[in-house]
Every structure is written in structure tokens, then in C-alpha cells.
């Protein structure tokens, strides 16, 4: 599979999850695991421009598919509208949520480029914020889709 | 938290799978979006020893228009459904319950045979397929057969699929342009429905509900007060005849009774019974 573009081989056991490879064997630590139940999102990443939790899909099945991580949204140093965004309304306090929230907003504005308010609340359902109560997120998203 | 050990088998077409099942029996699981069976295998309430990942068997990601159903594969992701011009077209019943299952990221993997075969009560789906009446489509070793939805579910996460059987396709009537409403209940958006309520109105008004027993069940005794003339109001009252409400954290039974004659009656209302 490729991650964030670059090629990654490796052998691993049947029963590695996504997150564990992405974390552990590519040494890609912006991913979480929050609740390791399939309930947070906090292990969001991009499987072929898609959101997916990477801690409820095994390395096995992504395998010659492009994952994106946090690491890999910025293009040449520039981050994506939607990490600037996240900067620009203060879409985070302690940041764990974050990578998961970014990126799933990513590819809920890729299916829903001009949402309402509304949309993004719904879009986002499958991510938890322990910190913000959601409004900046959320301000955040719509500014990003504006931005676009 | 990782699933106990197991042996990784890839299958490319539906023929692999079968041929997978004969050879591995009974300790081998099907493996198609995983937004079922690998949280269980996580907490290891389930653990096969063989898993088929049927997820690269793409020929079985269709919707067609059949004349007068929707020929969908099994392996159809939500998302696929809840995006079809096809289905908003000809039953939107199915297309607008899609885009009520779980979030986003499960979507974009979880799929319509897998939501059956997975025979969980609480699972929206198959809710649809029962009150429309669809057919099961499954091929064992021996060929195909086809199973109408109101055999299919037998039992909590129990169906009429053998161990050796691959549900291939799921064939829906189409509905065109019918009323329907369906009410899901739960404490958080991406939950599944506490209790869930489908009507949906073709000249008969047809009553499922979702989590009141151990399978999707119709609501018999709400559709027979329609039929015989009752008020929406005074047949709703009937939904929880014939029901085996489960008790969990979320509920007891008494309180999804409850909540079945009001989500009824609010799917009536709103359906146009
Ligand atoms: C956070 C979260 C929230 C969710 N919320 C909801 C919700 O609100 N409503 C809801 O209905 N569902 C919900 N789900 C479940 C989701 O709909 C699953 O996608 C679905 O139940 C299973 O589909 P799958 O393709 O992922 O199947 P898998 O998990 O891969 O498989 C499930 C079972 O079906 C068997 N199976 C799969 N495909 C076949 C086949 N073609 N032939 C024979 N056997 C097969 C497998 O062996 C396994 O036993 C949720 C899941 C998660 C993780
Ligand atoms: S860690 Fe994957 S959903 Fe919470
Ligand atoms: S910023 Fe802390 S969990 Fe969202």
C-alpha cells in the first residue's frame, strides 16, 4: 500500500489493525486510538479519499490502497484548508480528537462540498470532542468549504 | 485491543469463497466491511479461525434495475445506496434508511450483506427488506436457492444462512414514488436505533420494527388496525403486540414498548397512512 504517497511493504500478522501498522511499523504517530471500540474516530484516516476508522480495518484489507494520514495533507509544506482552518477558529484544545476531525472532515467535504451547518454536525457524527463542544469545529468546516 | 490469532484468506471472486467454506468449515468466517465482526473479534466475543475477506469480490458491488426489483449485491456499501440515483428513483425507502446507519467512516465500509447476515435485531436494513418483502439470494456448493426476508431472520445474529453460504444478491421490489417514514431512536447520532420504527404506504401500509425481539419483526397487529379502517393514532397503539422487547443499559421492555407506539404513530403520520 502506499502511505501519505510513499510505497510500504511489510509483512505483518493477519490480525494487525490499520491504526497499529500506521502507527507502530510505519512510525506514524498523528494517528490515535481513543476508544478502540469504533466509536470516536480518532483513528481516522483516508483509505482511497475515504474516511475510515483504521482501528476497525485491518492492514490486510488496505492492502494496494492509498492511506492518508495527518502527516500526508500538507502539499509542500502548506497545509490543507482544512488544517488552516482548524487553526483559524480554534477547532481544537487538546488536539486528540484532531487528526481524526480533520480528516474526516477532509472527505466529508470532498462528498459535500457546500454544506449547511446541519450537514457538517451530521457529517462528523462518528467523531467525539471530549474538549471544544463542537462549535469551532464545526465553524471551522464551513469556513473551509468557503474557503474552497 | 486486538482480535485473537487467525489465518488471513483473500478471496478474488465468489467461487474462492465457496470453495474457502468447504475447505475451512465451520471455524472460518466471511470478512466483508468488518463494521460488525471485527469489533466483536476485538473483544473477542467472536473468534474464527479463518477469515475470507470478500472485500476485493467487486463483481458483487451492483445495483441494477431488474424490471420490477433492484438486483443489489451483497457487497454494495452503504454508502453506494445512500448515494444511488437508482434507489432515490425507485425505493427510497432503502436509500433514506442508508443514510442512517452508523457514521460516515462505517458507510464507507459497511455493507447490505453483511447487515443481513449479520442478523442483529437492532440493525436498520434489514427492517427495510422485511417490509418490502425482499428476497435473499445465497449460493452454496450445492448452487443458489433464495430465501424471502421474512424466513430470513431467525434468531439474535441468527439467519437461515448455512456455514457454507455466501449471500450473493438482495433483491428489493421497487416502491416508486411511496410514502414512508422511519423513526430511529437512540441517545447519540451515530448509534444504532433503541427502538426503530418503518412504515411504508403502497395502497396496504406495512409496519417494521427494529430492536423489539430478537429479530426484525413486522408489526402485524398496527397493519391489520390500518387495514380495517383505524386511525393512524388508534393502530399505532397496537405496536407492541407480538414484541419480546430486549433489556439492556439503554431500555427496559416496558419502555421500548412505549417507545414503539410513539414512533409508530409518528411514522404513520408522517408516511401518509
Ligand atoms: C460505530 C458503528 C455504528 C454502527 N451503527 C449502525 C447503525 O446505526 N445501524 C445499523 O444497522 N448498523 C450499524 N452498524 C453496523 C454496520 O451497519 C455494519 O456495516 C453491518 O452491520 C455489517 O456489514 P459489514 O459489511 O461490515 O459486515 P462484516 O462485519 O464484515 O460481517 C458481519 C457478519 O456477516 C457475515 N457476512 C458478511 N457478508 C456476508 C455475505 N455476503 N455472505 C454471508 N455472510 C456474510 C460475516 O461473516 C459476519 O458474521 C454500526 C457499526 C459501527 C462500527
Ligand atoms: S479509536 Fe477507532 S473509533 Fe475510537
Ligand atoms: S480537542 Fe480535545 S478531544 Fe477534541
Redesign the interface.
Known amino acids: 500500500m502506499t502511505v501519505n504517497g510513499h510505497d510500504q511493504r511489510h509483512d505483518v500478522e493477519p490480525r494487525t489493525l490499520l491504526v497499529q501498522f500506521l502507527r507502530e511499523t510505519c512510525d506514524l504517530t498523528g494517528t490515535k486510538v481513543g476508544c478502540d471500540t469504533s466509536s470516536c474516530g480518532a483513528c481516522t484516516v483516508l483509505v482511497d479519499g475515504e474516511s475510515v476508522k483504521s482501528c476497525t480495518m485491518l492492514a490486510a484489507q488496505a492492502d494496494g490502497a492509498a492511506i492518508t494520514t495527518i502527516e500526508g495533507l500538507a502539499t509542500n509544506g502548506e497545509q490543507h484548508a482544512v488544517q488552516r482552518a482548524f487553526t483559524e477558529h480554534h477547532g481544537l484544545q487538546c488536539g486528540y480528537c484532531t487528526a481524526g476531525m480533520v480528516l474526516a472532515a477532509v472527505s466529508f467535504l470532498e462528498e459535500n462540498p457546500n454544506p449547511t451547518e446541519a450537514e457538517v454536525r451530521l457529517g462528523l457524527e462518528g467523531n467525539l470532542c471530549r474538549c471544544t463542544g463542537y462549535h469551532n469545529i464545526v465553524q471551522a468546516v464551513l469556513a473551509a468549504a468557503g474557503a474552497k | 485491543?486486538?482480535?485473537?490469532?487467525?489465518?488471513?484468506v483473500?478471496a478474488g471472486s465468489a467461487d474462492e469463497v465457496l470453495a474457502a467454506l468447504v475447505e475451512h468449515g465451520d471455524d472460518a468466517k466471511i470478512?466483508a466491511g468488518?463494521?460488525s465482526l471485527?469489533?466483536l473479534m476485538?473483544?473477542r466475543l467472536a473468534t474464527p479461525s479463518v477469515?475470507i475477506?470478500v472485500?476485493r469480490v467487486r463483481d458483487l458491488a451492483y445495483l441494477n434495475d431488474a424490471g420490477d426489483h433492484i438486483a443489489i449485491g451483497a457487497l454494495t456499501r452503504h454508502?453506494e445506496l445512500e448515494t444511488s440515483e437508482l434507489l432515490s428513483r425507485e425505493c427510497g425507502v432503502l436509500q433514506a434508511v442508508a443514510a442512517e446507519v452508523?457514521?460516515?467512516?462505517?458507510r464507507?465500509?459497511g455493507t447490505i450483506g453483511g447487515s443481513t447476515a449479520h442478523g442483529d435485531p437492532a440493525s436498520d436494513l434489514p427492517a427495510v427488506l422485511l417490509a418490502l418483502d425482499a428476497t435473499c439470494v445465497v449460493r452454496g456448493p450445492s448452487g443458489e436457492r433464495t430465501i424471502p426476508a421474512a424466513e430470513f431472520f431467525l434468531g439474535f445474529l441468527e439467519t437461515a444462512l448455512a456455514p457454507d453460504e455466501l449471500l450473493v444478491e438482495i433483491q428489493v421490489p421497487k416502491t416508486g414514488a411511496t410514502g414512508f417514514a422511519y423513526q430511529k431512536f437512540n441517545r447519540?447520532?451515530?448509534d444504532w436505533a433503541i427502538v426503530g420504527a418503518l412504515a411504508v404506504c403502497n395502497g396496504t401500509t406495512r409496519v417494521a420494527l427494529v430492536n423489539m425481539g430478537t429479530t426484525p419483526i413486522r408489526a402485524r397487529g398496527v397493519e391489520e388496525a390500518l387495514a380495517s379502517g383505524s386511525s393512524a393514532a388508534e393502530a399505532a397503539g397496537r405496536a407492541a403486540e407480538g414484541t419480546e422487547a430486549p433489556s439492556d443499559l439503554n431500555a427496559t421492555p416496558g419502555y421500548r414498548e412505549h417507545l414503539a407506539r410513539v414512533l409508530v404513530r409518528r411514522a404513520l403520520e408522517a408516511a401518509g397512512a
Open positions: 485491543m486486538i482480535p485473537a490469532a487467525f489465518d488471513y483473500r470478512l468488518g463494521m471485527l469489533p476485538k473483544l477469515l475477506d472485500g454508502r452508523g457514521d460516515n467512516q462505517v464507507h465500509r447519540r447520532a451515530q
